[in-house]
């Protein structure tokens, strides 16, 4: 009979059984032999139970040498070494499966491993090949990681792991230093070699293994940021051309025929040549004027305004809808500046078709600051639209410069804010201003002729 076809509590129980047998049988031949059954059963222990135990062991070493082999197999999977495979005892049917069950296990680890072998190898070699900059930092200060780019910019081409990451700042351009120590996301410009090159800063910071962990990225923009401006500067003569064109070529055509006129002098004629000529230099002063204030722009200065009378004086330019109670809170923002933003917005809203009682503006406070939402129910904007709404010279209009929300977004982002257009459900665009609010509460002033007199 194959024993293989037995389970190990199977093989136990025959052994068991058959050291049993033996002893019973002793019994019997000891108890005829001398007639004294205590005598008997004392010879039948004495031989089946060493019996019992030998078979015991004999049936149990198979299964000591495996469990070793399987603790052993074990302890390497702890330790990361997956290349232990256990072989398949004989004759043991359970050890049999588990040592299946357990080189299965080692084989899905090894294929999971080399997986993220070549996921890490290819990600490095994406990392290495990148112009951008990236050196990771633990929370000592210390460089953990640093690719090609990094190398070249910091510590001219050689391994930075290890140092100090403040020290390889101190050795860099200035610019970069006060970059660095401004802590947020920048442009900046400084010398590599002997070119002045415009570089974007991002930090980042999270938690890795429970430790916090810096990381900086640096990217050189100023052959993209020269394509753009070359770019912009295109579209900025092709709108003034078209704008110059569209006024001159009627003044020149009306000149002529006031020209004409003058020979016989038609009064009505010549009030609409002259209106004509007039309303198109207006047109052109307006335009030009657009240009010269958006290259103008001071930057902002700040100071506390209450919201309720703001409110007022938008309303009385340009009317709108309170739809929620204005906060109590001062903002801290140059008036003049989102006064204007504002009534441009607003103005907006009214121009978009949407009914003069849909124009609304709320101001509420959160996200570290306030947002001014303004909101109408005109005819919206389109996906397209709304991506380059906020782009220079970008317009809808047939009289736009493309220069108002453009404007709008530049006095926001002065004030540390920004802004955001938002197609809204069942029709109509709402535009978000978030302003950030001040560190600390900001005092009204409430003697305005005290604050004239700073001014002045």
């Known amino acids: 009979m194959d024993s293989s076809r037995f389970s190990f509590a199977g093989l136990l129980a025959l052994a068991l059984g058959g050291a049993l047998l033996a002893g019973v049988g002793l019994a019997l031949l000891v108890s005829r032999v001398l007639a004294n059954p205590w005598l008997a059963a004392s010879a039948a222990l004495a031989l089946g139970l060493p019996l019992a135990v030998a078979a015991a062991r004999a049936l149990g070493k198979p299964w000591i040498r495996f469990l070793g082999a399987l603790a052993d197999g074990l302890a390497s999977l702890k330790d990361g070494d997956f290349s232990l495979n256990l072989a398949r005892p004989r004759g043991l049917p359970e050890a049999d499966a588990l040592a299946r069950a357990y080189n299965g296990l080692g084989e899905r680890f090894r294929a999971e491993r080399q997986t993220l072998v070549q ?263 389109s996906q397209a639209v709304l991506e380059h709404a906020l782009v220079p010279f970008y317009s809808t209009k047939p009289q736009g410069t493309g220069l108002g929300l453009t404007l709008s977004r530049e006095i926001a982002e002065a004030h540390g804010g920004r802004l955001e257009l938002i197609a809204r459900d069942g029709g109509g665009t709402e535009v978000r201003l978030w302003l950030p609010a001040p560190r600390s509460p900001q005092p009204l002033d409430i003697n305005p002729h005290a604050k004239e007199s700073r001014r002045g």
């Open 119 to 381: 996921r890490e190898l290819l990600l490095d070699t994406v990392i290495q090949a990148t112009p951008l900059a990236i050196v990771l930092t633990n929370d000592a200060g210390q460089v953990i990681y640093a690719n090609l780019a990094a190398r070249r910019l910091f510590g001219a081409g050689r391994p930075l792991e290890g140092e100090g990451f403040n020290r390889l700042v101190e050795a860099a351009d200035a610019a970069l230093q006060e970059a660095i120590a401004g802590g947020r996301d920048t442009l900046f410009t400084m010398r590599v070699g002997e070119e002045a090159e415009i570089f974007h800063l991002s930090l980042r910071h999270f938690a890795m293994n429970a430790r916090s962990h810096h990381l900086y990225l640096l990217k050189q923009l100023t052959r993209e940021l020269n394509a753009q401006e070359v770019a912009t500067w295109k579209k900025v003569i092709r709108v003034i051309a078209h704008e110059l064109n569209n006024s001159l070529a009627p003044i020149s055509s009306l000149a002529h025929s006031g020209r004409a006129l003058a020979a016989a002098p038609d009064p009505a004629a010549l009030e609409r040549v002259f209106g004509t000529i007039a309303e198109r230099a207006q047109h052109l002063h307006r335009f030009i004027d657009g240009y010269a204030r958006f290259a103008k722009l001071p930057q902002p200065r700040p100071e506390a305004v209450a919201w309720a009378p703001l409110a007022e004086q938008l309303r009385a330019t340009v009317g709108f809808a309170l739809a929620a109670p204005l906060p109590e809170e001062a903002g801290w923002f140059d008036p003049a500046q989102i006064g204007q933003v504002l009534i441009n917005l607003l103005k907006n809203a009214h121009e978009s078709g949407s009914p003069p009682v849909a124009v609304t503006l709320a101001v509420t406070r959160g996200r570290g600051g306030f947002e001014i939402v303004v909101a109408d129910r005109g005819t919206g904007m």
